[in-house]
């Protein structure tokens, strides 16, 4: 699936026939409303050792009943630097801004871009004011013109191929590129930005529970979870593996953003099912103008 809104409405349709899927932090939580995921059985995951302990109790899944973390990620600027002037440290260069005409992607998750246009704004990303949801609609119709497209998580191809000079992606996926091209650049803007983590779990009617924990063990295993990480180059909530990967992974800053960048960056909550539409409704609005 492209997207998780995709990966919701097909599960909410009723589960074709998968064991694990891999939503993103708060769409853990909106499953978990929705009873489309089942509880892990723990004693069948005894690699969750693995897992740094400060991912093991998030606010969207408390004592990591229902997800297991896969990866974790943050949203920013991916840029070809010999087409962009200086460093695109702000969202204003994708959200408000005609300076980069025709040579924008967005991504096409309607929350992660309400959500960072709200910290354009000087807002959190959560608890946003329908005023400035109106605000931000406005701001992003406005700008709709210049964007070539709202990628559906290719973006990192689209400014590899030359399409686009400035790209909304995982930091992941332009750290994968970066080894391909040296004129590609990744930022966290300075306003901050949006954290997601990508997790494992069991949906509800899945036909082999059984074959689904052992998946999950397998991935959480040391070594596994290092040939991950050299293949995909997200940064990992899993200490036996980052333990064993090169510097070059573990000091990549667009990997592992400084630590000052991280402390402007939020998780987004699950606010209702209410909200979840409205963002996509915005979004769609935006899309058709």
Not at 15 to 31: H, L
Not at 40 to 67: A, E, Q, V
Request: proline content about 8%; aromatic content about 8%; charged content about 25%.
């Amino acid at each position: 699936f492209a997207t998780n809104d995709e990966l919701f409405a097909k599960l909410k349709a009723g589960n074709p026939g998968f064991d694990v899927i891999v939503p993103s932090n708060e769409f853990v939580s909106r499953m978990t409303e929705a009873k489309l995921i089942q509880p892990l059985d723990h004693s069948k995951i005894p690699n969750l050792k693995n897992i740094d302990p400060s991912f093991m109790n998030p606010d969207y899944d408390p004592g990591r009943k229902m997800s297991v973390p896969y990866t974790w990620l943050v949203l920013g600027i991916g840029y070809r630097k010999s087409k962009v002037k200086g460093v695109p440290d702000s969202w204003k260069w994708l959200f408000d801004s005609d300076a980069y005409k025709g040579k924008i992607a967005l991504l096409s998750e309607s929350a992660d871009l309400i959500r960072l246009a709200a910290k354009y704004k000087g807002h959190s990303v959560n608890n946003i004011p329908p005023e400035l949801v109106a605000e931000i609609e406005k701001m992003m119709i406005r700008q709709k013109p210049f964007v070539k497209a709202f990628h559906e998580d290719n973006g990192q191809d689209m400014l590899l191929s030359g399409e686009v000079d400035l790209v909304l992606e995982y930091n992941g996926d332009i750290a994968q590129i970066m080894t391909e091209d040296p004129d590609i650049g990744f930022v966290v803007p300075k306003e901050g930005s949006l954290i997601n983590s990508d997790n494992l779990c069991i949906p509800v009617g899945a036909p082999r529970p059984n074959n689904a924990h052992a998946f999950i063990n397998y991935l959480l295993d040391a070594e596994a979870g290092k040939k991950i990480s050299e293949t995909i180059l997200y940064p990992t909530p899993n200490a036996a593996a980052k333990a064993l990967m090169p510097d070059s992974y573990r000091n990549n800053p667009a990997i592992f953003p400084p630590a000052g960048v991280m402390a402007k960056c939020e998780y987004g909550a699950f606010e209702g099912a209410a909200k979840a539409s409205l963002y996509e409704e915005v979004v769609t609005r935006v899309r058709a103008a």
